[in-house]
């Protein structure tokens, strides 16, 4: 079945550090790939998004390309910040067989910390 | 911004109390979904609605209920509380199948 697998932290960081979270997926068909991030004490917002291979979703500094080859869709930034601390969760989305109805797959979150 | 709300935000309750999460939406989204969030952060979808008067369970067996009465509103129900349902409880809706999902900021329930 469909399913997607990242990096397991927790991951620690020093702040201007460059920082890589690994997400890989497996899917039949073509899923639209997404990061998710999870601040102290709220719910889940969308990072950024990928809809197709080779497609690079980017926000706040952060990048990640849509790999088909490699079914993998990293999360990386340059440099982070101690507000960059959270919780970070790669998504699969893929329709269901009718088309009609997707279904969202979340990998299990990779808790960043980032110390001044 | 996303416009959904969640109340409320903490409780603590004994065993053997029936309570409700209210979850409401001011974007007029016709899908709504709970996820429970355990400990280690992993989600976990419970329930799920494509529109009024439309529920469905969701890939996490869960003692509790919805219902979906107006489209804005979707609220969870346990009949009667026990410590193993002690999470974090994560409302969200999306425009259509395929839109990125919206989250309430959770309630975080505590059942002693």
């Known amino acids: 079945g469909d399913s997607v697998t990242q990096m397991e932290g927790p991951v620690t960081l020093s702040e201007e550090a460059f920082l890589t979270i690994n997400c890989t997926y497996t899917a039949t068909g073509y899923p639209s790939l997404f990061w998710y991030v999870q601040y102290p004490g709220e719910g889940l917002q969308l990072l950024l998004k990928?809809?197709?291979?080779?497609d690079k979703g980017s926000n706040k500094g952060f990048e990640a390309t849509y790999r088909k080859e490699t079914t993998s869709f990293h999360l990386e930034k340059g440099s982070v910040q101690v507000s960059d601390s959270a919780v970070y969760f790669c998504?699969?989305?893929?329709?269901?067989?009718?088309?009609?109805?997707?279904?969202?797959?979340f990998g299990k979150g990779t808790l960043l910390t980032v110390n001044p | 911004e996303a416009d959904i709300y969640q109340t409320p935000r903490y409780l603590v309750i004994g065993t053997g109390k029936k309570i409700t999460l209210e979850c409401s939406q001011t974007m007029g989204h016709d899908k709504m979904y709970w996820y429970q969030q355990d400990p280690g952060m992993e989600l976990h979808l419970i329930h799920y609605s494509y529109g009024v008067n439309s529920t469905e369970k969701g890939d996490l067996s869960s003692e509790s209920t919805v219902s979906r009465i107006r489209t804005e509103h979707f609220p969870l129900t346990l009949e009667s509380a026990r410590p193993s349902h002690t999470s974090q409880y994560l409302c969200?809706?999306?425009?259509?199948?395929?839109?990125?999902?919206?989250f309430g900021n959770g309630t975080r329930l505590t059942v002693t």
């Open positions: 969200a809706s999306s425009a259509y199948s395929g839109s990125p999902l919206h």
């Open positions: 990928a809809t197709k291979a080779d």
């Open positions: 998504a699969l989305l893929i329709p269901n067989s009718g088309g009609s109805n997707y279904k969202l797959t």
